[in-house]
């Protein structure tokens, strides 16, 4: 949980179902959708902020308050935006985070007293889901009301 005197400007949400290379631990990475990752930069990023393939800092909030340290990027111009470092398997640990039956909730914010970017990530579990869902069905969950 996010110490709420702490949030200054913040995105919207993002909803993401986790997939197999979400939580492989080789991979030490999630992908997050393009489209809804740019939303939350323009609402929070100033003017002269951008992510790129070179990344930026961020700090991620779990559930617990817990904060990690990593990097926000884009693989090339003409891929998704992932976050990355070895601390996203320790935060897949850590929330003992599935594939597929877990879905996650993801916002951006700047710190209120450092400026920094950081992201908030909750998640809720569904024991009964079992395989990635339909696009159909993705379209429908995860569609953004704006």
């Known amino acids: 949980m996010v110490d709420p ?12 179902q986790l997939v197999v290379s979400d939580v492989k631990g080789s991979l030490c990475r999630l992908m997050l959708g393009t489209t809804e990752v ?29 904060v990690y340290e990593m990097m926000l990027k884009m693989w090339n111009k003409n891929t998704v935006p992932v976050l990355m470092n070895a601390l996203w ?8 985070l599935m594939k597929y039956s877990d879905f996650l909730t993801v916002w951006m914010f700047r710190h209120r007293e450092s400026g920094k970017i950081c992201l908030a990530i909750d998640y809720t579990r569904f024991d009964s889901i079992t395989k990635k869902l339909s696009p159909r069905i993705s379209k429908l969950v995860f569609k953004n009301p704006n």
């Open 5 to 16: 005197d702490l949030v200054g400007v913040c995105s919207e949400l993002m909803r993401k």
């Open 89 to 96: 398997n320790k935060f897949v640990a850590d929330y003992g």
């Open 38 to 66: 740019k939303k939350m930069m323009l609402s929070v990023f100033e003017k002269t902020e951008s992510v790129g393939t070179d990344g930026l800092q961020v700090s991620v909030y779990g559930t617990n308050g817990k």
